[in-house]
């Protein structure tokens, strides 16, 4: 498998996440695995039942964050010196020029992408149409409400 980039705030999450899960949510789960078996019959305990799949859960995100992190190649934007262009990991602020409206969006790597948070996946279509761009450069981007003309207003290495 390929290096999968991720920015260094995206990889320090997920090693607390899994810091999370390993040092409190396994043990509970363990605990509470525990509990319902100590009601016993097996076959019919929900709880038993309940605990087990949610063990499935946790134990499959852990394996999902140590193969991300295995995989990653971590990007401090901060220690680039893009020059004011659109790279991996800096923060774009963008001017619809129809509406005047100013979006903030910042690319990230798959892993830690939230379009609701404003983090653009790398893979996304507006993020590949914004990479290599500079402050006042206009792009014209392909969203699901048609054709859309933005201007940079800004680029920020955070």
Do not use: W
């Amino acid at each position: 498998m390929e290096k999968q980039p991720i920015t260094a705030q995206g990889a320090d999450k997920l090693r607390q996440e899994l810091q999370q899960l390993k040092t409190t949510e396994r043990p509970n789960i363990i605990q509470a695995i525990a509990e319902a078996r100590a009601h016993g019959d097996l076959k019919e305990n929900a709880e038993y039942h309940a605990a087990r799949e949610q063990q499935g859960f946790i134990e499959g995100r852990i394996k999902e964050i140590e193969a991300c992190l295995s995989y990653a190649q971590i990007i401090d934007v901060t220690q680039l010196n893009a020059d004011g262009k659109v790279v991996f990991g800096s923060t774009v602020e963008l001017l619809d020029l129809d509406t005047e409206d100013t979006v903030r969006y910042q690319i990230v790597g798959e892993q830690e992408a939230d379009i609701k948070q404003g983090r653009l996946s790398i893979a996304s279509p507006i993020a590949r149409a914004l990479i290599g761009k500079h402050t006042a450069d206009e792009v014209s981007l392909t969203v699901p409400g048609g054709k859309r003309e933005f201007e940079i207003v800004a680029v920020h290495y955070l």
